[in-house]
């Protein structure tokens, strides 16, 4: 997340699932709807069930914020 505020610890959120083709083979990775946050690239054995879940906490560093989602799976 680059701007801080967007969500909050607590916020349920909606995922939207991409899939990418690489040398390493498909990936997938997840945006918080709409467009607030994006995750690493997530090999396809480590793909989500749920694509809503709830901020559990959000850590600020001097280059970007991270937003930590719990997923019911």
Do not use: C, H, W
Request: charged share 25%.
């Amino acid at each position: 997340m680059e701007r801080e505020g967007l969500v909050k610890v607590g916020d349920e959120v909606q995922v939207d699932e991409s899939e990418l083709s690489t040398l390493q083979g498909v990936m997938y990775y997840y945006t918080i709807i709409p467009a607030l946050a994006m995750s690493n690239n997530i090999p396809s054995r480590q793909r989500l069930k749920q694509l809503q879940g709830k901020v559990s906490d959000v850590k600020v560093t001097e280059s970007a914020s991270f937003v930590y989602v719990d997923f019911n799976e």
